[in-house]
T-cell receptor, first 115, second 117 residues
Framework: AQSVTQLGSHVSVSEGALVLLRCNYSSSVPPYLFWYVQYPNQGLQLLLKYTSAATLVKGINGFEAEFKKSETSFHLTKPSAHMSDAAEYFCAVSDSGGTGNQFYFGTGTSLTVIP | DTEVTQTPKHLVMGMTNKKSLKCEQH?????MYWYKQKAKKPPELMFV???????INESVPSRFSPECPNSSLLNLHLHALQPEDSALYLC????????????????FGPGTRLTVL
């Protein structure tokens, strides 16, 4: 069974500070992992995805995430927060083990950027 | 182009009304999804269509009726909804649903904000 845990439902950072959003996964097969961002009253936008090609994945808007198998983690980082980064962030794992492309989402982390 | 479009953007309906939500993609994707999302919660999967056939129904009440007329279009017909059905309804698509162990990215539309009075 696949599942994702996002520690910290709310994260606040100052503008220009490091952003770190945590995601831990549980998967019985090699996982495919995704980070999505959702701005108010909008759909989900793909930030980046891990598909086993490289452990450090670079995404859009300066975000990146590192896959650590030993820690079963896929934390999202950005060196310097911008006001425009304020949004809801979802980590997801895909059930790609032959039973279909279902995504299992974490509960989300709301990022606030303080000017 | 990775665009999924949804209409209408907002919908207000009474409990006795019948309405439909529409989703469209022109990326050649053969899997399409309906999700329901409540405020500050993750999306919850409702239905999955693969090659225009219903593959997954996550025990959704019959007052929600999906339809996939062709590979680019997905509808969600609504009838006799309850106030607790008010939510953001998201459509998504991916290249395939059964891809033999490879996860295909799901691309989401902007959603329809539904309010049931």
């Amino acid at each position: 069974a696949q599942s994702v845990t996002q520690l910290g439902s709310h994260v606040s950072v100052s503008e220009g500070a490091l952003v770190l959003l945590r995601c831990n996964y549980s998967s019985s097969v090699p996982p495919y992992l995704f980070w999505y961002v959702q701005y108010p009253n909008q759909g989900l936008q793909l930030l980046l995805k891990y598909t086993s090609a490289a452990t450090l994945v670079k995404g859009i808007n300066g975000f990146e995430a590192e896959f650590k198998k030993s820690e079963t983690s896929f934390h999202l980082t950005k060196p310097s927060a911008h006001m425009s980064d304020a949004a809801e962030y979802f980590c997801a794992v895909s059930d790609s083990g032959g039973t279909g492309n279902q995504f299992y989402f974490g509960t989300g982390t709301s990022l606030t950027v303080i000017p | 182009d990775t665009e999924v479009t949804q209409t209408p953007k907002h919908l207000v309906m009474g409990m006795t009304n019948k309405k439909s939500l529409k989703c469209e993609q022109h990326m050649g994707h053969r899997a399409m999804y309906w999700y329901k999302q409540k405020a500050k919660k993750p999306p919850e999967l409702m239905f999955v269509y693969s090659y225009e056939k219903l593959s997954i129904n996550e025990s959704v009440p019959s007052r929600f009726s999906p339809e996939c007329p062709n590979s680019s279009l997905l509808n969600l017909h609504l009838h006799a909804l309850q106030p607790e059905d008010s939510a953001l309804y998201l459509c998504a698509s991916s290249l395939t649903y059964l891809s033999g162990g490879i996860a295909d990215t799901q691309y989401f539309g902007p959603g329809t904000r539904l309010t049931v009075l």
